[in-house]
Nanobody, 121 residues
Framework: QVQLVESGGGLVQAGGSLRLSCAAS????????MGWYRQVPLQHRELLAT?????????TYSDSVKGRFTISRDNAKNTVYLQMNSLKPEDTAVYYC?????????????WGQGTQVSVSS
């Protein structure tokens, strides 16, 4: 099993920044990529960004966050980050970390508990 623990959420004013962290533990050898989702009430969970844990560290971003959010990793710490800049009120959501075992593509197999991000106008 893989355990994921997020941290770094909170309340910030529009235009501000936050950095989320996700620490992985357990059977880390199973993980090929990690990513971030967000969810607002009554809506589907939205995939925001992914990063492979290989030396290449390939990243993907949704159009909604491209250019504002940056995903990165520290393999030595088994931690993935989401740097969020130029935050908008519509970024308010619960943010979830996820991990994928897929050798190609992406498929979330493990989830963190979520961390609330609130952006005030």
């Amino acid at each position: 099993q893989v355990q994921l623990v997020e941290s770094g959420g909170g309340l910030v004013q529009a235009g501000g920044s936050l950095r989320l962290s996700c620490a992985a533990s357990g059977d880390i050898f199973k993980i090929n990529a990690m990513g971030w989702y967000r969810q607002v009430p009554l809506q589907h969970r939205e995939l925001l960004a992914t990063i492979t844990l290989s030396s290449g560290g390939r990243t993907t971003y949704s159009d909604s966050v491209k250019g504002r959010f940056t995903i990165s990793r520290d393999n030595a710490k088994n931690t993935v980050y989401l740097q969020m800049n130029s935050l908008k009120p519509e970024d308010t959501a619960v943010y979830y970390c996820a991990a994928s075992e897929a050798s190609e593509g992406w498929g979330a197999a493990y989830w963190g508990q979520g961390t609330q991000v609130s952006v005030s106008s």
